[in-house]
């Protein structure tokens, strides 16, 4: 059975996992980052890129241990070539290149953006092309059809915050700790979501697109004019982020005649998004699929998974190919108005 090891290092979590192509995961380790830049309020690349320098040749060393294997074991090296913090990139990039030349191995370059679109494959063998992916994260916010590996069409993308980046935003300015997600989720859980009125940016526009800036300015308005308690605002901006993931995600659904519909990246590990997309599937017809909390955040599982899912269609990269700060799904869409750098 085709065994890949895959790297992760792309933003702050520092991650290897040995995956079969029959979907047993054999090991995995994950070192997270949060206490080293919770200071900082983000992310600190240079932080991050020493720190994978640090973690990751360990953590290598420990999934071959745990799984009573060597590299010489594996039948390919996948690791994160981008996009995402290039000096983090790098250090599982060329780890990758280093074990894949002396073990004599295939490298595999994957975009950590195809981990997450096919990670639910990984848990969910039933799971075809097409579907309709929903991918939010600390970085990005994407409505993608998924056509097959290597092969995404873009329908809509943010044209300003990713959602993940609205979250951490928020919790910053209601002095809750990075990442913000979680801290958000359950603040909210003891909020009401009715209390505070925000907007809901671009709701009901014809183009499927998203945006969050200014739901971050009225948060932060919210919390200036001191009338509201935090976790009523923490509850309200997680329905506006909602209600804005749901109608931007019905309008796609009207491009696309994919039967099941599939959220992933690290905001899909949210409670109330994930079952307010569940009902709007099901109301719709479609299947749904999320994975598990943890494969929606960051993790090496959904390199290696990635990484075999290429290695079976037949693409393996060169030990030249190059570490990539930006590398959109779909290389072809056009431009958005206003749309940052990462989108
Ligand atoms: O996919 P991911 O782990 O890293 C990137 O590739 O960006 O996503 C991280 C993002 C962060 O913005 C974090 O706040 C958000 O996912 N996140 C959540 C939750 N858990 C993580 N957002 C909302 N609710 C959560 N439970
Ligand atoms: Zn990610």
Request: proline residues 6%.
């Amino acid at each position: 059975m085709t065994l890949i090891l895959g790297l992760e290092s792309s933003c702050d979590d520092s991650a290897a996992a040995l995956v079969t192509a029959d979907r047993q995961i054999l090991a995995q380790s994950l070192v997270g980052q949060n206490a080293a830049h919770q200071p900082f309020g983000g992310v600190v690349p240079e932080i991050a890129a020493r720190a994978h320098a640090e973690i990751l040749p360990d953590l290598i060393r420990q999934v071959l241990q745990d799984a009573k294997l060597s590299v010489r074991d594996v039948d390919a090296v996948a690791a994160t070539a981008g996009p995402g913090l290039i000096g983090g990139v790098m250090v599982a990039l060329l780890a990758g290149k280093g074990l894949a030349l002396a073990a004599g191995k295939p490298l595999i370059a994957v975009n950590h953006l195809e981990g997450h679109a096919l990670s639910p494959r990984l848990v969910d063998p039933d799971l075809g092309f097409p579907y309709l992916l929903l991918l939010v994260s600390g970085g990005h916010c994407q409505l993608l059809e998924v056509r097959g590996v290597g092969q995404y069409r873009r329908l809509a993308t943010t044209i300003d915050d990713a959602a993940g980046e609205a979250f951490d935003k928020a919790a910053k300015l209601l002095g809750l700790g990075y990442p913000g997600g979680p801290a958000i989720e359950a603040l909210a859980a003891q909020g009401r979501a009715d209390a505070v009125p925000l907007p809901r940016p671009l709701v009901g526009s014809a183009e499927p697109h998203f945006s969050f800036a200014g739901l971050k300015s009225a948060v932060q308005r919210a919390v200036a004019a001191g009338e509201h308690r935090p976790q009523d605002i923490a509850a309200s901006f997680q329905q506006a982020v909602v209600d804005c993931l749901l109608d931007r995600t019905v309008r796609a659904l009207e491009l696309t005649d994919a039967p099941a519909l599939v959220v992933a990246g690290g905001v899909a590990a949210n409670g109330a998004i994930r079952s307010a997309l569940q009902a709007l599937a099901q109301a719709r017809g479609r299947r749904f699929v999320v994975p598990p909390a943890w494969l929606c955040t960051d993790n090496a599982a959904m390199i290696a998974w990635a990484g075999g899912e290429r290695f079976a269609a037949g693409f393996t990269d060169g030990l030249d190919v190059p570490a990539r700060a930006r590398w959109p799904l779909d290389e072809g869409a056009e431009k958005v108005r206003g749309a940052g750098v990462k989108a």
